[in-house]
């Protein structure tokens, strides 16, 4: 958990839940696996979630959540994005809806800020966010949060004037203005998949991030329902190199539909160009930097709080 996050699209991070499994080509060299069965394999909030294998670290599948970080929005007072759940996904197999009713809670006790939620699972996402019930939950739980249950440092306290009634669940608004739900794409074929459950998912702001971009994408189908895209190449050891074109392709479909574009990085491969034609070669993340035919993409929702 980080403020002043060093990802390009979000200013801080939030764990309150750590832990993955593999679920797609794009977990392959996931960045937060690597870090939970290495630096942080000792940390108690990543003790067991890996197993060492002959590639690395892998994920066990094993989730925790870290009730000691759920409070941390309500401790920021100044305007934020925050991205949710960076080193896991708040949708996992194993995270139970408890949690998630937690974790919403506290985004709504939080509209000061916008919460940036990214996951790999949308039908679970689609399954918990549709209906009456999760917003009832959710109310109860925001108003046991409020009332000292999770942050007990506010006793007595009116949270940012937000304090709710265990009665308020017919008032609350939802799906709740200030998150923003997303799909993470790496390929055509995840495309096809989840961004229809997108789509069936209620939600302010959807958003798509194909980062690691791992081929061309055709996102005609689905670029309607989206309010911000968001690509990038992958870094680290073992990273696959994101082709040019792949990213211009996107740039270009986002432009003719009025989508904002944000282009985070090329990741650890650089472009260069013989007469032979264009080829990404490797390079640092620094080095490879983050223009995309020399401009830097940072479109942003309007919506942006």
Not at 165 to 178: D, R, T
Request: neutral net charge; hydrophobic residues 35%.
């Amino acid at each position: 958990m980080a403020d002043n996050t060093k990802i390009e699209w979000t200013d801080a991070t939030w764990n309150p839940i750590t832990g993955c499994s593999i679920v797609s080509p794009g977990c392959t060299n996931c960045y937060a696996m690597k870090l939970a069965g290495t630096r942080l394999r000792h940390h108690p909030s990543r003790t067991g979630l890996t197993k060492d294998s002959k590639a690395g670290p892998v994920w066990t599948g094993e989730v925790r959540f870290n009730r000691e970080w759920l409070d941390q929005p309500l401790r920021w007072k100044r305007p934020r994005m925050i991205f949710v759940c960076a080193h896991g996904d708040l949708f996992a197999e194993g995270v139970p809806d408890e949690w998630i009713d937690q974790i919403f809670a506290v985004m709504a006790l939080c509209p000061q800020h916008t919460f940036q939620v990214l996951t790999k699972r949308p039908e679970r996402m689609r399954g918990y966010l549709y209906g009456d019930s999760a917003r009832q939950r959710v109310a109860w739980a925001e108003a046991a949060c409020a009332m000292n249950r999770f942050a007990p440092d506010w006793r007595n306290e009116d949270i940012h004037g937000r304090h709710r009634s265990l009665v308020m669940a017919a008032g609350m608004e939802w799906p709740l203005p200030n998150v923003w739900l997303g799909a993470s794409v790496e390929d055509q074929k995840r495309a096809d998949e989840r961004l229809p459950l997108l789509r069936e998912t209620p939600a302010q702001v959807r958003w798509t991030s194909a980062e690691p971009l791992l081929g061309s994408l055709d996102l005609s189908r689905h670029i309607d329902i989206l309010d911000w895209v968001v690509v990038g190449g992958e870094s680290g050891h073992g990273a696959r190199p994101m082709q040019p074109e792949w990213a211009e392709s996107l740039r270009d479909q986002c432009a003719a539909a009025g989508v904002p574009f944000l282009f985070k990085q090329w990741g650890s491969h650089k472009q260069t160009s013989d007469c032979n034609g264009r080829y990404m070669i490797p390079a640092t993340k620094k080095e490879a930097g983050r223009l995309l035919d020399g401009i830097e993409h940072n479109g942003f929702p309007e919506v942006r709080r």
